[in-house]
């Protein structure tokens, strides 16, 4: 699928590098005006509306993050009910790259990334299923067994082998278990980051293993 077209679009910030950011509403709501529904596609949408060093048009410093996160979220589940009301068979993952270092510790400050930390890497990923006839309040599935991408592709795997729309209910319970489990091992260039019973090890560049500073 072609890049999206953004020439109609307001850039609501910039980034580092001066490059026009977008509000995810206003993205989203183009994807779906952009959409031909006949036919079945794959899109690929990286926002970095929460990346730091972004900038809000016509504001001095940089913008604050617990406000951005509440847009994205707001716009996230606007565009999930839209889809929903409109009957729209959709299958949305979200999957963060990684935390944002809001809170530092012993090795690093608030806001570094150079090791990456089971708490800068441990992030919640999402998985919704729009446009099927489901109860309003039935509740989300949660899979607490240490997952990756490799739980997701499965997942998606599933999707398609079990034609997920065309069921008349979706057994989420048999369709989410025995995902394949990942060992939350966490590296960079320079930096190794990995459990050893319970407790986080770090390898720098060139270094032996020590437990990680608490």
Known sequence: MPMLPQDSLKPQMTAFDDSPIYRDRDMFDEWIAQQDWDKSTATFYNTVTLHDG???VGEKGFADYEPLLQQLFDDLLAFLKRLDSEGRQVAVLIVPEHGA????DK???AGMREIPTPSITHVPVGVKLTGLEQSDDESPIHIEAPSSYLAVSELVERFLEQDIYA???VDWEALTADL???KPVSANEGVVVMPVNETPYIRLKGDGWMAYPQ
Request: glycine share 6%.
């Open 54 to 56: 972004n900038r809000i």
């Open 167 to 169: 069921q008349q209910e």
């Open 101 to 104: 270092a809001l809170s530092g």
């Open 107 to 109: 090795m690093q400050f």
């Open 180 to 182: 394949p489990t990942t």
